[in-house]
């Protein structure tokens, strides 16, 4: 079975430092794995992913994750935090079912950008 | 173009009673797909439809829940005799055919009091 553990529930930043946010994923198959966002009251927006191509993936909002199989982290980063950033992102793994890909997500990491 | 929408937004309804939940995907994505966000949580998946038939609905809970996709469009999740541990936010999403980019609706946030 596939799964994904997220380290850290909060992680608070300085606007114009690093972002990090971390990802862990187990599956028995190659993944593919994403990365969404959620604004408060709004749906999931999806921010990259990756699918067997390149193993650094670029994303909107200058955000980019890396896939890296060794030690199975698909970890997002964005070079210089911007107050708009604050929210929540789920990283998540896409289990092939009947023609469709179902999604296992983490718990979610809430981003809090300080100024 | 429109993206997924979802009908009402918020749901408040008592313990016992039951409730439809209704999703209209992106035109022309015959992948449908349900999910459940519980409170500090990740989404968690319920059912997944293509076209009419669903494909695999390994999520549901229990015999409570049912979704149906009768014209392969939209979809509506039903709750039967609610309980106040089904207070969550139902997200809905769509794909097309074979596509691993699922669009997500803004859900709907259902409360059972």
């Known amino acids: 079975a596939q799964s994904v553990t997220q380290l850290g529930s909060h992680v608070s930043v300085s606007e114009g430092a690093l972002v990090l946010l971390r990802c862990n994923y187990s599956s028995s198959v190659p993944p593919y794995l994403f990365w969404y966002v959620q604004y408060p009251n709004q749906g999931l927006q999806l921010l990259l992913k990756y699918t067997s191509a390149a193993t650094l993936v670029k994303g909107i909002n200058g955000f980019e994750a890396e896939f890296k199989k060794s030690e199975t982290s698909f970890h997002l980063t964005k070079p210089s935090a911007h107050m708009s950033d604050a929210a929540e992102y789920f990283c998540?793994?896409?289990?092939?079912?009947?023609?469709?890909?179902?999604?296992?997500f983490g718990t979610g990491t809430q981003l809090k950008v300080e100024l | 173009g429109a993206g997924v929408s979802q009908t009402p937004s918020n749901k408040v309804t008592e313990k016992g009673k039951y409730v439809e939940l209704r999703c209209d995907p992106i035109s022309g994505h015959t992948a449908l797909y349900w999910y459940r966000q519980s409170l500090g949580q990740g989404p968690e998946f319920l059912i997944y439809f293509q076209g009419t038939g669903a494909a695999d609905d390994s999520g549901l809970p229990n015999d409570r829940f049912f979704a149906v996709r009768p014209e392969g469009s939209v979809s509506t999740l039903k709750i039967q005799r609610t309980e106040r541990g089904d207070s969550a936010v139902y997200l809905c999403a769509s794909s097309l055919r074979g596509n691993n980019e699922q669009f997500f609706g803004p859900g709907t946030r259902l409360t059972v009091l």
């Open positions: 998540a793994v896409s289990v092939h079912t009947g023609g469709g890909n179902k999604l296992t």
